[in-house]
């Protein structure tokens, strides 16, 4: 599976920045847990932030043009955000884990893919040349998807790259097929807030 070859190589790669690639694997195991742990707790606040944002997004739309596609995707969107809020609920049921498998860091790449793969759909949604108010609430949703991302996600680079490359391509992609003022506008406060993500993230673990 692509996405999970991915997310073992940037697992490999971010656990030689962090020094641990050559330790034992008892050491490996309690470092992932502690991640999974920091993950899972910030969830809901993820979780909450894709479904207020979305919202946005759809009420912006309702009554125009986009507004077929707007439900399908906020349906999507709203789907996803329902699993991880299962997910969350199932492990406050249980005990912590003082040790934790790659497969967990693997999946929880995957699902970081996922939902970057759904917001980097959201500027060809909802990108209108008619509705400048639409296209700015467009930019700031992304944005503070970003800025969810680097709180909830910091915990663990490559799932925060996971989560962040897809959303900067896809809307990098259209706003550039669109060439206007405002789009590169965006273009650059996209740019500025992946790299705040990522350097966010990539220092965490070094704390």
Known sequence: MPA???????????????????????????????????????????M???????????????GGPLQ??????YGGLAAYSAVGLKVWLGSRNGPDRKYVSPRAVKMAAIRAFLLGLIWSVAPYVFFSAEHSELNVTLGICITGMLCVAGFVLATIPHVALAFVLPVAVG????????????????????????????????????V
Do not use: C
């Open 171 to 206: 809307s990098l992609v259209m706003f550039a097929a669109q060439a206007t003022a405002l789009t590169a506008v965006l273009s650059v406060i996209l740019v500025a807030y992946v790299l705040t993500v990522l350097l966010a993230s990539y220092a965490q673990t070094k």
């Open 68 to 73: 077929k596609w707007a439900l399908i995707w």
């Open 48 to 62: 909450a932030g894709n479904i207020l944002l979305g919202a946005m997004l759809l009420f912006m739309s309702l």
């Open 4 to 46: 999970a070859r991915m997310a073992t190589h940037l697992e490999q790669t971010f656990d030689r920045f962090l020094g641990i690639d050559s330790s034992d694997e008892q050491l490996r195991s309690q470092v992932r847990a502690q991640q999974v742990h920091a993950l899972v707790r910030t969830m809901p606040g993820m």
